[in-house]
C-alpha cells in the first residue's frame, strides 16, 4: 500500500490548529478579532505575493516550466494590499467566505469517511457524525440567522474551535487506521 503523505498530515493539523486558533480569537475578542483577522491575512497574503514574484523572478525561464508566478504574486499582492485598506470590507462578508471554507472542509471529511468505509474502520460513523456537524456549521455561518455581529462572530469562534477539533481528530483516526492497514 501506499504510504501516508506525512507532509499532508503535517499541513492537515496545521489548518485545524489555525482553525481552533482563530476560533479562541473570535471568541474571546469578538469585537476586534474580524479586523486582526484580515490585518493577519492581507500580511500573509502581501509576504506569499512578494515571494512568488521574486521567485518568478529568480527562475530561469524554460519553456518546460511555464509559470504564472509573476501573476499569482502580483494577485496575492493586490488582494493583500485590498484587504489591509479596507479591513471592514472582508468583516462583512467573513461570515461568507468562512462558511465557505468550513464547508469544503466537511467534504474533505466525507472523503476521510468514504476511505475509512474503505479500510473497514469500524470507526467510520463517528467522521460522518463530524461531517454533518461541520456541514451544518458551515451552512449556519452562510445563512447568517444572526441579527448583532458579536453574535455572529461568537458563533463563528465556536465553529472554528469544533472544526479543528473535529480536524485532528478525523484525520488521527485515518491516519492510525492507515497505518494499521500498511502493517498487515
Known amino acids: 500500500m501506499k504510504r501516508f503523505p506525512k507532509s499532508f498530515i503535517r499541513d492537515y493539523m496545521l489548518t485545524a490548529l ?4 482563530f476560533g479562541v480569537l473570535f471568541l474571546v475578542y469578538p469585537s476586534e478579532s474580524g479586523k486582526i483577522i484580515c490585518y493577519i491575512l492581507g500580511g500573509f497574503l502581501c509576504l506569499v505575493g512578494i515571494f512568488r514574484t521574486v521567485e518568478y523572478f529568480m527562475t530561469p525561464v524554460t519553456l518546460h516550466e511555464y ?10 499582492i493586490g488582494c493583500g494590499v485590498f484587504i489591509l485598506i479596507r479591513p471592514e470590507l472582508i468583516v462583512k462578508v467573513l461570515h461568507t467566505v468562512l462558511g465557505v471554507a468550513v464547508l469544503l472542509d466537511s467534504i474533505i471529511k466525507l ?9 473497514h474502520d469500524k470507526n467510520w460513523r463517528y467522521t ?13 455561518l452562510l445563512i447568517n440567522p444572526f441579527k448583532a ?9 465556536i465553529s472554528l474551535i469544533i472544526n479543528g477539533v473535529m480536524d485532528a ?3 488521527f483516526a485515518l491516519y492510525s487506521r492507515i497505518k494499521q492497514v500498511e502493517m498487515v
Open 18 to 21: 489555525v482553525f481552533v486558533l
Open 67 to 76: 509559470s504564472l508566478g509573476l501573476v499569482m504574486g502580483l494577485i496575492a
Open 111 to 119: 472523503q476521510n469517511t468514504l476511505d475509512m468505509i474503505r479500510l
Open 128 to 140: 460522518l457524525i463530524m461531517t454533518i456537524v461541520t456541514a451544518a456549521l458551515g451552512t449556519i
Open 149 to 157: 455581529m458579536e453574535t455572529l462572530l461568537k458563533f463563528i469562534g
Open 169 to 171: 481528530v478525523a484525520m
